[in-house]
């Protein structure tokens, strides 16, 4: 059953030069116990869905969309009480700075304890303390944090980075949402601590079903541990489908050039020698080309790409490109 | 090739208070050499606490070590002569955007770099500022450019501009290439290879992705809690590593 189920969500800002177009015209879907995706470089729209998603835009962000359906229900016709009322329930988010999402000025224990909604506390109201208690510290175990005692009397400024977002990892799937949204978890973490996050967070979706949407700029980490994968550029989306066959098969020469780009996709290349760039750099949101937003730097642009190619389909692989690399020999 | 830069032993603690008298010593680094030749690049791996930056802060002087020495070209480097040695050793910080002065325009920055550490006068240095726009792929008119103005790949190039323009021979890069988006990244770095080739430039390369270290550098060392715990050339500590903490690093990454 289709969990999550967007169609042409476009999201812009009003400004003073008019409206900036952030994201543009961009599908995605999430079935229940799936992992997916989301790959794109800075400001190309990812953390912006993950937003509007939970609905924390501000209000100077105008949201339309021709679907935005979570479990059968339209999120952008409920009112915005019901609304929280239902994200509040199935969904969670982890963000990319765990120290500075975390409250400072509270310990551990407390703020933890407060995400824990009342309804999973199944006892008389004279023992809800202490069951609270004694969920917290279970939670903080499911995370693989030991010392449990130590933590839940530490201010977050007290515990490293990757101690932090397992903090934050616990505190979001204490209400055992149905989807997990993580947005850039490991960026200020080190190498081998990122790794045991993706295995928790695996294991999440495989013990409990939890749906996960992972986004990150790093598609060798998101390769790693995803089943579908979406590609945006410049808040378009340029490709979507099953995590391998996209990598194999790139039909997007953007994301020819990402997978190139990753010294790790290329075994045979020789240590030292130039790695695949486009040239150029991403354009601001204030001069997005028209058309496709990748036109100027793409190796084979032509006339025809002043207009928005539409999202085509191959069997379960999405693309929109006018000339995709299907003739590629390979 | 001769080396260039050649540690040895070197060593360094802080003090930190504890309790009234008591005093707690950090070993941030402990008996730690290697050598790095000219057109070389070395790459420095741990994890954060494991002395990388205390490594960095000694080689261009901000720090001043216990013990050990740092030898230029055969010639011992003392905190003294930091003027004279900046123009061999230069720095370039994580984050292009922070480490750039927002209230001055480019070249004024790449001008006051010139004026502490040359003996050029304006005509020499306008010229030599020029050329080393082009040499970057930046075109002349970014000279009058705030930093604002400038995306972030571009910004890495500024700062790398102001590294470059006293034609050293050793670049520290502190994470340098962490922050970027993968198309920029692969740019960056075709850039600094094509750099090496063309001026033998060497590079000391501290970062996290095991990845890219393997592409770019030719050897590679791996710091442990302030020890050197492996050191060699690249394909041979991927391919023995030696100590527990480098194969798990290495299995981390999938390398």
Same mark, same amino acid.
């Given at each position: ?10 999201i ?7 409206? &900036? *177009?952030?994201?543009? %015209? /961009?599908?995605? =879907?999430?079935?229940?116990g799936?992992?997916? $995706? ?5 400001g ?9 998603i ?15 359906h ?5 999120l ?56 609270r208690?004694?969920k ?6 499911k995370?693989? &944090? *030991?010392?449990?005692? %130590? /933590?839940?009397? =530490? ?6 980075? $990757? ?21 850039e ?5 080190e190498?081998?601590?990122q ?7 695996a294991s999440?979706?495989?013990?409990k079903?939890?749906?996960?949407l ?7 980490s ?22 391998n ?7 997007h ?21 130039p ?5 150029g ?16 730097r793409?190796?084979?642009?032509r ?28 | ?13 802080y ?7 008591g ?5 941030a ?45 055969g ?15 230069r ?14 325009k ?42 604002h ?10 700062a ?10 050793l ?5 340098a ?7 920029l ?10 750099l ?12 996290n ?13 791996v ?9 060699g050339?690249?394909?041979?500590v ?18």
């Open positions: 059953m289709l969990l999550l189920d967007i169609k042409n969500l476009t812009e800002l009003e400004t003073a030069d008019g409206l &900036v *177009r952030a994201v543009d %015209r /961009v599908s995605l =879907s999430l079935r229940e799936e992992t997916r $995706g989301l790959v794109g470089e800075s190309s729209g990812k953390s912006l869905i993950a937003k509007a939970v609905g924390v835009l501000n209000s100077r962000w105008l949201v339309t969309a021709d679907r935005f979570w479990l059968g229900k339209d952008l016709r409920l009112t915005p009480e019901q609304r929280r009322q239902v994200i509040g329930r199935d969904i969670a988010m982890i963000y990319q700075e765990p120290s500075r999402s975390l409250d400072p000025t509270a310990v551990i224990g407390e703020q933890l304890e407060e995400a824990i909604p009342d309804h999973l506390l199944t006892g008389p109201w004279w023992r809800r303390n202490a069951l208690r004694k917290a510290i279970g939670l903080l175990h995370v693989g &944090v *030991r010392e449990h005692q %130590r /933590v839940l009397q =530490s201010y977050p400024y007290q515990l490293s980075e $990757g101690i932090c977002q397992k903090v934050m990892i616990a505190m979001a799937i204490a209400k055992n949402p149905k989807l997990l949204i993580a947005d978890p490991t960026t200020a973490l190498s081998t601590t790794a045991q996050l993706f295995r928790l967070l999440f979706n495989q013990l079903g939890m749906s996960i992972l986004i990150s700029h790093e598609l060798e998101v390769a790693r541990y995803t089943q579908k994968l979406s590609v945006l550029y410049c808040g378009q989306l340029v490709e979507a489908g099953e995590t066959q996209v990598l194999q098969t790139p039909l020469p953007y994301t020819d050039a990402l997978i190139k780009s990753v010294p790790e996709f290329q075994p045979d290349l020789a240590p030292k020698t790695l695949y760039a486009l040239p750099s991403i354009p601001t949101l204030q001069h997005v080309p028209i058309g496709c937003r990748l036109g100027p793409c190796p084979n642009a006339k025809e790409c002043v207009k928005t190619p539409a999202l085509e389909r191959q069997q379960s692989h999405y693309f929109s490109c006018h000339f995709p690399l299907t003739t590629k020999g390979k | 090739m001769s080396d260039l830069l050649e540690v040895q032993a070197l060593s360094k603690s003090s930190k208070q504890r309790g009234w008298f005093r707690q010593q950090i070993i680094l402990d008996n730690v050499s290697f050598t790095l030749a000219e057109g070389k690049t070395l790459a420095i791996v741990g994890e954060t606490g494991s002395g990388k930056s205390t490594l960095a802060k000694l080689l261009v002087g901000i720090e001043k070590p216990d013990h050990g020495q740092i030898l230029l070209a010639q011992p480097v003392q905190i003294s002569h930091y003027k004279k040695y900046n123009h061999v050793i720095f370039i910080f994580q984050d292009a955007g922070r480490s750039l002065n927002p209230s001055q480019v070249g004024q920055m790449l001008e006051d770099v010139l004026c502490f550490s040359t003996v050029l006068d304006q005509q020499q240095r306008r010229y030599k500022i020029a050329q080393t726009l082009k040499l970057l792929g930046l075109l002349d008119e970014h000279a009058e450019y705030y930093p103005m400038f995306s972030g790949g571009q910004l890495q190039r500024v790398l501009a102001r590294a470059l323009i006293l034609d050293p021979k670049l520290i890069l502190d994470e290439l962490t922050a970027l988006d993968p198309t990244r692969a740019q960056i770095v075709n850039l600094l290879l094509e090496q080739q063309k001026s033998g430039l060497a590079y000391l390369l501290i970062s992705q095991l990845r890219l270290v393997r592409h770019v550098s030719d050897s590679i060392l710091l442990h809690q302030g020890k050197s715990v492996d050191y050339t690249t394909a041979e991927f391919a023995a590593p030696e100590h527990e903490y480098t194969r798990k690093l290495i299995n981390s990454s999938g390398g």
